[in-house]
């Protein structure tokens, strides 16, 4: 399989498997992180990965709807983001 892909297809997938291992290293910080600031960040972070990594699997594998994921997935990290943020402030989700 991976002898069919392209030189761009082959870059694009070591950068997807690179991403995923940075992924892990945001996993730790959100785990371990020092401040509940850290840990928001981290996991916006893993989630941003997580869209670009998705989107890349859909460029090597030639699956657009794997896109309509990624803005899907997109949109739900952004909603949880702002949710746990505006929980941090005030202590309650109205």
Known sequence: MLSELTFLEQIFLGVAI?????????????????????????????GTKTVVIISLVSLVFHQEFFLDVALVYALISFVATIGVAKYMEKGVLE
């Open 18 to 46: 690179l991403l995923t291992a940075a992924t892990f290293l945001c996993l730790y910080r959100a785990v371990v992180g020092p401040s509940e600031a850290d840990r928001i960040v981290s996991i916006n972070v893993i």
